[in-house]
């Protein structure tokens, strides 16, 4: 299946009822796809991108994520994730979007230490109260693979990176520098 080159104009709708634009006229989109709602190793990096929010938005960037789990589901992890977060059971979007789901998502061992680190998290989290446990069988399996997107306000798919396991995807860096390199010259 080829990769989008370009996206037509739709609206997204976040857990919270708020309408998304995608492309967005007045700003570029960020559009992630991360795995299950609870995942560690996708909190992880949502905190990330979260501690560095204003930096973000700064550089006139929109942050959309997309979950393969229901809004319910999403509702119960991402309480204090200040994102757009779109719910997509179906996995509509991350077919057209041509985003996997494949055994090398835990195998990889490049995303051990993620995995370490975000079910560490996760835990101690947890057994403080602070957030649930992550589900022990996540609405649409636990082999999803990130993918991120940088959509310019006229369609266009400025870049573009599927992953390889589940904690290959743009660090707050590299998301910044491409923007900064999409922006038009004098």
Known sequence: MPLPTSV??????????????????????HLQFRRFAGCPVCNLHLRSIVARRSEIAAADI????V????????RTYT????????ADPTR????????????????DPRGWPAILCGVTH????ALRRQQPT?????????????ADFLI????????????VHLYDQWSVDELLTLATASEPRP
Not at 152 to 163: E, F, I, N, Q, T
């Open 8 to 29: 037509s104009d739709r609206v997204l709708t976040t857990i919270s009822g708020t309408p998304v634009p995608i492309p967005d006229p007045d700003c570029l989109i």
């Open 62 to 65: 929109r942050e959309v994520v």
């Open 67 to 74: 979950f393969h789990s229901s809004a319910t589901e999403l």
């Open 79 to 86: 309480e204090d994730i200040p994102l757009d977060l779109i």
């Open 92 to 107: 509509k979007l991350y077919r057209e979007f041509g985003v996997e789901s494949a055994p090398r998502a835990l195998l």
């Open 122 to 125: 996760a835990a101690t989290a």
């Open 134 to 146: 992550p589900p022990a069988n996540p609405e649409g399996g636990r082999l999803g693979l990130p």
């Open 152 to 163: 310019a306000p006229d369609g266009r798919v400025l870049a573009s990176k599927h992953g």
